[in-house]
């Protein structure tokens, strides 16, 4: 276990949230969820994770095991269908997500106390999250 995320994190920056969500998400909806705090919750045994996204409009919640192939469906956000899968590579948890949009994925770390995530997108767009 490389490092420990655990932890009630809230939403201190936001870079291109928008520019992610229009290859995702109809106008409507982005709209909404631009004016969000976003606020994670993260359960990590070994390598166990639950990671929780919250905020008053909905909740997204994920469970995986590092290393192990999962179906995840994107429900309340997207709505998609992918098979996931995440890695450590070093202290970065590195998430894969295959399914109908190309070179989807995620990265969480730690940086001076912090809890980065980076979404990152094919059409371009990348997300820089920081709580
Ligand atoms: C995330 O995954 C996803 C949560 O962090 C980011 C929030 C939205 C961006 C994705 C698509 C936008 C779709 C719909 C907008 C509607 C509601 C927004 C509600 C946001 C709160 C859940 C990484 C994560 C690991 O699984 O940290």
């Known amino acids: 276990m ?6 009630i994190w809230e ?3 936001n870079t291109n949230f928008e520019g992610y969500m ?29 990671i929780k996204t919250m905020s008053t409009f909905r909740n997204y919640t994920i469970a995986f095991k590092v290393g192990q192939e999962f179906k995840e469906f994107t429900k309340g956000l997207d709505n998609r ?7 450590w590579e070093g202290n970065k948890l590195v998430c894969e997500q295959i399914g109908e949009k190309k070179n989807r994925r995620w990265i969480h770390w ?3 106390d912090k809890l980065h995530l980076q979404e990152l997108f094919c059409e371009g767009q990348v997300c ?3 709580f």
């Open 2 to 7: 490389p490092a420990s995320l655990c932890g």
């Open 22 to 50: 229009t290859a995702l998400i109809n106008p409507y909806l982005r709209k909404i969820a631009m004016n969000l705090k976003l606020r994670k919750i993260i359960e990590q045994h070994g390598d166990q994770f639950i």
């Open 110 to 112: 730690i940086e001076d």
């Open 11 to 13: 939403i201190i920056s």
């Open 81 to 87: 269908h992918m098979k996931s899968l995440v890695r």
């Open 128 to 130: 820089k999250q920081v």
